[in-house]
């Protein structure tokens, strides 16, 4: 089932938000001495241990499920995505 033009261009730049975010969590997980920048800001150099593991699963796992599904809902993604229409 196609969607309209809307539907699809609102799909992908919902996607190329979701990589901006993934890609944007990339200097946390490698401990990169960026901690005043992200989550909240409290934590000056480099983050704890527990934050960049949850940063790296958001960017790894979280986000592009997330866009798959976005993508699925769209019909712009293989028919497996458990999408209701």
Not at 52 to 81: C, Q, T
């Amino acid at each position: 089932m196609a969607c309209s033009p809307g539907t699809t261009l609102a799909a992908i730049l919902s996607v190329v938000l979701l990589l901006w975010s993934a890609f944007s969590n990339s200097p946390w997980r490698w401990g990169v001495p960026l901690g005043h920048a992200a989550w909240g800001g409290r934590h000056d150099g480099v983050f704890p241990a527990r934050l960049g593991i949850a940063s790296g699963v958001a960017g790894v796992v979280i986000y592009p499920f997330i866009g798959l599904f976005v993508l699925a809902s769209a019909s712009l993604a293989a028919d497996w995505m458990p999408v209701t229409r």
